[in-house]
């Protein structure tokens, strides 16, 4: 049986920082086939919800011809 030990040190690599996706807002604004969800989004006063880059939100959006 053998032993053994691993350890790092300060010049690994850093950890990668992630950027920020697009909110929904963006999404939906960036591509006309949403433009039935933008509509309602706005009817409903629901566009600062979604343009919440901090949101944990999950869309399920039809396109326009769905509607």
Request: proline content about 9%; charged content about 20%.
């Amino acid at each position: 049986m053998g032993v053994f030990f691993v350890s790092c040190d300060k010049d690994d690599d850093p950890v990668p920082v992630i950027e920020p996706t697009n909110t929904i807002a963006d999404i939906a604004t960036a591509n006309p086939d949403f433009s039935i969800l933008v509509d309602a989004l706005v009817k409903a006063g629901l566009v600062d919800a979604v343009a919440d880059p901090n949101a944990m939100l999950t869309v399920f959006a039809p396109t326009n011809t769905a509607f």
